[in-house]
């Protein structure tokens, strides 16, 4: 097998490493917005060097000592009296990296702690989507710091200008410092209120990669799994927490029948036509562990759980008419309690037509209608739509998937309802 180039190596270090080496960073000058930047100059110096040089030994240490480097530089030119670098010089004259060093040598003696490390990354998840940043800059800062995607990455996710990534990822650091919000791990309480803010904006990004917005294709499998692999990591951080258990669950049945999703050509498969031979059973089982975690005994399942019990009861299913739709009901019943929304009632009514008929799902999507909800959103006419087609009123049917169709952003979606019109005529 050939060696991986410079370039690449450093890409792949950065994928895997960019969180740590950033919260390390962020511990050692005790400021998150210096760390994120002097994390990406040392990236951008290890993309001039190791092509050229070759990849080091450790190329975690050797990035995370030019961060240091860099850090001294940028103290030592706020002010040669000042005392927090006065204290760094002295800590790094006793072992650590002295300015002006090789970076590529002394790397090999950076350690890492595991302990530490956890307690970097898990902080520096909970600043990323701390409460005080919009949920666009949450989700931007999220994939950018722990995640490591590059501003270019997160743009192409989302289908919207690279300017406007850089835009947010700025914003919201200028936000966290003008709060003053320290790198650190919350305490027990205070990360037990803000744990819904960081799997809010993982669940965001799942669901933007497993049902995309907008452009071609329907499924964007690099956001889906980033999403998978961040549920994944903060599963490891806090694993006395059932409802990052539940996440995880609910991602993984979910990303299980990616597989059968779409068609040679991309177009999307309803569920009902899905060859459920393709689903990823390690996938399922996988997401069934998780949910075995989510079930603590006497405290029963959250809002993430709950929908990861509604895919167990998909991923359990030999076929839709197989599928225990009335248990499904209940769960979404249970889940409209816990969590209210639009679109878990929209979800509800699709299970009450599957379990009891079109007709008694109809009064539901009614509803959401006279409230207005949704008004942007090409699901709820999409829903009343299909159900107004299976009770034979096919007038009303076609002006809906006329609405839903004008309302579809996403190539794949739309040609659905494209055929389902044409069915109807």
Known sequence: MAEPTGRDAVAAVWRIESARIVGALARYTGDF????????????????TWPREGVPRNPAGWLLTVGRRRAIDAFRRRSALDERYAALAHGLSEGG????????????DVLWDPDQIDD??????????????????????????????????????????????????????????????????????ERTERLGSVLSVIYLI???????????????????????RL???????????????????????????????????????????QDRRRWDRAAIRRGRAALARAEQPGRGLGAYGLQAAIAECHAAATSVEATNWERIVLLYEALGRLAPSPVVDLNRAV?????????????????????????????????????????????????????????CGNKRERAVLERKLADLD
């Open 206 to 228: 799942f669901t933007e990669g497993s049902s995309a917005s907008s452009g071609n294709d329907l499924i964007r499998l690099d956001l889906a799994r980033e999403a998978q």
């Open 231 to 273: 549920a994944r990591v903060l599963t490891r951080l806090v694993p006395d927490e059932p409802e990052a258990y539940g996440l995880l669950a609910l991602l993984e049945l979910t990303a299980a029948r990616f597989p059968a999703r779409t068609g040679p050509d991309g177009e999307p498969v309803l569920l009902e036509h």
């Open 351 to 407: 299970a009450v037509c599957m379990a009891q008929g079109p007709a008694a799902a109809l009064p539901i999507v009614d509803e959401l209608v006279a409230a207005q909800a949704l008004p942007n959103s090409h699901l709820l006419p999409s829903v009343r739509g299909e159900l107004l087609t299976r009770l034979g009123r096919t007038d009303q049917a076609r002006t809906e998937l006329q609405t839903a169709l004008r309302l």
């Open 97 to 108: 990296v002295a300015s002006g060093a090789d970076p590529a040598r002394d790397a090999e």
């Open 33 to 48: 917005t210096l760390a994120e930047d002097l994390a990406q100059e040392a990236l951008a110096e290890a993309l001039v």
């Open 120 to 189: 970097d990354v898990l902080a520096l998840m909970f600043i990323s989507c701390h409460p005080v940043l919009s949920r666009e800059a949450r989700v931007a800062l999220t994939l950018r710091v722990v995640g490591g995607l590059t501003s270019d990455e997160i743009a192409k996710a989302f289908l919207i200008p690279t300017a406007t990534v850089q835009a947010r990822i700025t914003r919201a650091k200028k936000t966290l410092g003008a709060a003053r919000v320290p790198f650190a791990v919350p305490s027990a309480a």
